[in-house]
């Protein structure tokens, strides 16, 4: 904040006119709630430059800053904090800088490097799921939010669309089948697949139980089901392009890229370029055999290769399999170095894939550092909990995942079914209900996910995030709401300049504040890929607006420059949520 730099500086300058003395830094922090001050200094660190009484030091202080800076008002000192009142003239002047500003708080595009940010990443085995739109949101999220610092940015996503699992499906459709398609069944592509992942897999347990039946142990069961062997067989014809096999699995594909269209187009998630797993499955093999030459990679007696990372406190991790064949992190070795490639000006990464992929990522990131690449020095993991129910964890192949088409609808569903209950849509078409529906059912499950820091699991309760009071979406978008029904009943809301000479209520001036953060929450929220530090300043804007609102007569003010000022006031908190909430992805209705 400017404001921090001019005081730090003048801080500097009082202790070396009554000290003598270099101070090397001062300690900043925001005044408690319950002193007179809008920003402190704390005294305590300056004890090792300056010897003395820590409220005499700060009293000498503030009398110097009270002078010399226009400003500061006035002070007050609490044992060792230096409690600072910023003049009602430099909040006004904050306020006429940005009245104008239709994307205050936003940097100037391209000042900075480009990133690229992976997420979704799916299967194309199946439809997405709950954990798939925690992906989704927080990958989508971060990237608005890396452009808004000043970024430019390239979404991406790496489709996994070959090997066994994807057999499993396309087998069990080959047997069960009976030509079903989207088309004749009704099903979106995805979930017509998705339902022959779970087929094959009720067909190979009773197998499994059958053979154990038999005699067999679970373990040789297991590993010669006849279901199995028949998959595995079928990728190897894949892997060797046997015609039929292959035409399959582009049909089958095709299904499931349209339903995940759908579903990106209904969570409001895009991608600038798709990688498919078919396509860089076999990247990094030259690589590989380029450091291996190099003594970055070793072979061992069976022609496998590896890297030692023992020394980095990891271990040592196949590369390539003895018979020359990639695995994963041969892959992405690869795939980041093609991503490079594709896009020359990238000097970043972001890999958004849960916690459980947290070693991966470590190896992966420490072997392209040793290739030599120097971007690799700034690749980021974005490492996420899972999302569990009420009702407890999601598996896939016993179809006990929440759809997120199903998950989508049923938020919809749940916002119809509370403000009906409100009863606050009176002159509404049925066009305009449905619509709205979708906004909050939407927003409230995007803030409810977003909200919390990437790193921590969430309970996600379906009801609790439609709720209209506390934490949540829907809570912000009503107060977005008012805020354009008190524009909409102004009779002049044309941008002015204020007057710098009117004085403010205690509440104008903690709304300012609140706004002056913004364009920092942005900084830190892209320099912490955390869109919950967005969510949640958010929230803060909307409690402290809500609190002016109570408070404070807005059209009923007889003043009128005091009634023209808090209707701008009013406008620049509902575009600094606007512009908040298009950080996570979520819409604000004009009304609610």
């Given at each position: 904040?400017?404001?921090?730099l ?5 801080v ?11 101070l ?11 002193f ?7 005294v305590?660190?300056m ?14 202080i ?6 010399n ?18 003049s ?10 940005i ?9 100037k595009?391209?000042?900075?490097d ?6 979704s990443?799916?299967n194309?085995?199946?439809p997405l ?10 990958g ?12 430019k940015v390239?979404k ?17 459709w ?25 087929a094959?897999?009720?067909?190979y347990?009773?197998q499994?139980e059958?053979?154990v039946?038999?005699g ?8 010669e089901?006849p279901?199995?062997l028949?998959?595995?067989e079928?990728?190897?014809q ?7 096999v ?10 499931v ?8 187009k ?5 991608f ?12 990094g ?6 450091g ?5 990679f ?15 406190g990891l ?7 003895a018979d020359g064949?990639?695995?994963y992190?041969t ?24 916690n459980?992929q ?11 550092k ?7 020095e700034?690749?980021?993991?974005l490492?996420?909990?899972m ?9 896939s ?6 759809d997120?088409?199903d ?13 009906k ?10 066009e ?8 909050i ?11 919390v820091?990437p ?13 209209f ?10 107060t977005y709401?008012?805020i ?6 102004a009779?002049n ?5 204020v007057?710098?000479?009117l004085e403010?209520?205690?509440?104008e ?10 364009p ?15 969510a949640?300043?958010v929230?803060?804007?909307v ?18 420059d ?31």
């Open positions: 904040m400017e404001l921090q001019v005081l730090e500086q003048k500097k300058e009082a202790v070396k006119a009554v000290y003598d003395a270099e090397p830094s001062v300690e900043f922090q925001p005044t408690r709630k319950d007179e001050g809008d920003i402190t200094v704390v305590f660190p004890l090792r430059t300056v010897k003395g009484n820590p409220i005499e030091i700060g009293t000498k503030g009398a110097y800053l009270e002078e800076v226009d400003e500061i008002a006035k002070f007050n000192v609490v044992k060792g904090f230096l409690n600072l009142v910023v009602n003239v430099y909040y006004l002047n904050f306020f006429n800088s009245n104008t500003s239709a994307t205050f708080g936003y940097e595009p391209n000042s900075k480009a990133i690229m940010v992976e997420y990443s799916p194309t085995n199946k799921h709950l954990g798939h739109i925690r992906n989704n949101l927080l989508y999220s971060v990237a608005e939010i890396l452009k808004a610092a000043g970024h390239y991406t996503q790496i489709i996994n669309d070959r090997g066994i699992h994807i057999c499993k499906s396309m087998l069990a080959q047997k069960f089948g009976e030509g079903e398609t989207p088309e004749s069944s009704g099903l979106k592509g995805d979930h017509l697949v998705g339902k022959y992942y779970v094959f897999d009720k067909t347990k009773a499994i059958e053979q039946k038999q067999k142990e679970k373990e040789q069961a297991e590993k089901a279901i199995l028949e998959a595995q079928m990728l190897r894949w892997e060797a392009g046997d015609q039929a292959v035409q399959l699995w582009k049909t089958m594909n095709s299904w890229y349209t339903g995940f269209e759908t579903t990106y209904n969570l409001g998630v895009d600038d370029k798709l990688y498919y797993e078919s396509n860089t499955y076999l990247l093999r030259d690589v590989v055999k380029e291996l030459d190099k003594g970055i070793f072979k061992k007696d069976d022609g496998s290769v590896w890297i030692d990372l023992t020394d980095d271990d040592e991790k196949i590369v390539l399999r064949t990639a695995v992190m892959q992405d070795i690869g795939t980041a170095i093609q991503r490079v490639t594709d896009f020359e000006d990238i000097n970043g990464m972001v890999y958004t894939v849960g459980e947290d070693y991966h990522f470590k190896v992966l990131f420490l072997i392209l040793k290739l030599g690449y120097k971007w690799a700034k690749l980021y993991h490492s996420y909990g999302v569990d129910l009420p009702s407890g964890k999601m598996k192949r016993e179809g006990t995942v929440v997120a088409d998950l989508i609808k049923n938020m919809e569903e749940t916002a119809e079914e509370i403000s209950e409100l009863g606050k849509l009176d002159g509404y078409s049925d305009e209900k449905k619509e709205l529906y979708r906004t059912g939407l927003g409230a499950l995007k803030y409810y996910i977003l909200k820091d790193k921590k699991r969430i309970l996600f309760n379906p009801e609790e995030s439609v709720d009071q506390g934490n949540t979406g829907p809570f912000i978008q009503y709401a008012r354009q029904s008190i524009l909409r009943k009779e809301i044309e941008v002015a300049t007057s710098t000479t403010l209520h205690e509440k001036k903690e709304l300012l504040k609140t706004i002056q953060l913004f920092e929450k942005v900084q830190e929220a892209a320099n912490n890929y955390s869109p919950a530090l967005i949640n300043y929230y803060d804007l409690k402290e607006f809500n609190s002016f609102y109570q408070q404070v007569s807005i059209l009923g003010e007889e003043n009128q005091k009634r023209h000022f808090r209707i701008q006031l009013s406008k620049k908190v509902a575009e600094t949520i606007q512009l908040a909430f298009r950080l996570l992805g979520v819409e604000v209705p004009e009304r609610m």
